[in-house]
């Protein structure tokens, strides 16, 4: 099994940062890649940022020039560094791994964190 664990959200108000943080764990033999995806009210989840074990990054068109994405590979963690955030940042933030297991020996990408409120309001 894999463990997704996220943290760092919260309430900021417009124009201010947040950084998540998302740790995995498990029985884990390789991870491709890791991203962030977010689900507001009424909405589909959509990918916000995903980052591959090379470095390669993808963002959002509505988020680009202001997240950034990271990661530790040795670490198995990943964070998201959110700048000039706005109200329609609003949602629940989710963590995602594209994972190899010990028992999955191909590529899955349904492993997903329990989510994260980021909430951007006056």
């Known amino acids: 099994q894999v463990q997704l664990v996220e943290s760092g959200g919260g309430l900021v108000q417009p124009g201010g940062s947040l950084r998540l943080s998302c740790a995995a764990s498990g029985s884990i033999f390789s991870i491709y890649a890791m991203g962030w995806y977010r689900q507001a009210p009424g909405k589909q989840r959509e990918l916000v940022a995903a980052?591959?074990?090379?470095?390669?990054?993808n963002y959002a068109d509505s988020v680009k020039g202001r997240f950034t994405i990271s990661r530790d590979n040795a670490k198995n963690t990943v964070n998201l560094q959110m700048n000039s955030l706005k109200p329609e940042d609003t949602a629940v933030y989710y963590c995602n791994g594209v994972v190899v297991t010990t028992t999955r020996p191909t590529p899955q990408s349904d492993y997903w964190g329990q989510g994260t409120q980021v909430t951007v309001s006056s």
């Open positions: 980052i591959t074990s090379g470095g390669s990054t």
